[in-house]
Structure formats: C-alpha cells, structure tokens
C-alpha cells in the first residue's frame, strides 16, 4: 500500500500519464490526527513500518476524517489480497482475535512474574526476574 503525490498546477486534476514526485509506504502504518499540532489545524500523522512519520494539513476536519479512513481502507484492502481473501471485514476480525489473544497471553505472563517477584527476596534473582 503505497501513497503516490503527483505535481499539479492546481486547478485541473492529475494527468494520469505523469510519474509520481513522490511516494510514501503506507503498509502496517499507524494514521492518526494530531489536533495538538501547535501552528497548523486539521493536521494527521502517518507513521510506517519503516520507522518514517509524515504530517499531512487538510483544510477541514471532515477531509482529515476521509483521509485516514481512505488510507486505513487502502491498507486494510491490501492485507486481504495478500492472505487472498476476498472478505476484508473477515480477516480482521480474525487477525484482531490473534493480538487479543497474544495481549491476554501477555498479561497472564506478567502476572506470573509478578507473583514470582513478590515471592522472591533474593536481590539476584529478582534482577533476573525483571529482566525477562
């Protein structure tokens, strides 16, 4: 899922036959609005697997709304084709259900530990403890 900005002059749309200026990997990516940006209104953040954050300035609040519905749409459409599956609402539902689970596995491991620690007094060990 990739994102591709094109130049135009601004007042006709793109021509389909140009090359993108630039293009930004919008895969696995986190896309959230920023209303605490300090100079801009309607700011929302893209945050990728990559590790790269951009910040995009729409002019109202409900084109910042379509836009990370569109993007997390997008996104949400290219999972599906890569498990080939046809029912996008199927596979993350299913996919939501995994990292429930690992959350819950996750959880129960800390409470393990945690009961661990408090039955430790041994200064070494409870360092090892907390390290894991």
């Not at 609005?33 to 697997?49: G, I, M, Q, R, W």
């Not at 689970?101 to 090892?128: C, F, N, P, Y």
Request: hydrophobic content about 35%; proline content about 2%.
């Amino acid at each position: 899922c990739t994102l591709f900005f094109y130049e135009t002059d601004g007042r006709s749309g793109i021509d389909h036959n140009s090359v993108p200026k630039h293009a930004v990997w919008a895969e696995n990516s986190i896309v959230q609005a920023v209303p605490e940006h300090p100079k801009k209104d309607f700011v929302f953040c893209l945050s990728n697997s990559l590790g790269d954050s951009f910040l995009f300035q729409t002019c109202s609040q409900t084109e910042l709304e379509n836009w990370i519905t569109a993007i997390h749409s997008a996104c949400a459409a290219a999972v599906a084709r890569q498990h080939h599956r046809e029912d996008t609402v199927r596979l993350l539902r299913a996919e939501i259900r995994k990292l429930e689970q690992k959350i819950d596995m996750d959880e129960k491991m800390k409470k393990m530990g945690d009961m661990q620690l408090s039955a430790v007094t041994d200064a070494k060990k409870r360092k090892t403890i907390l390290e894991q």
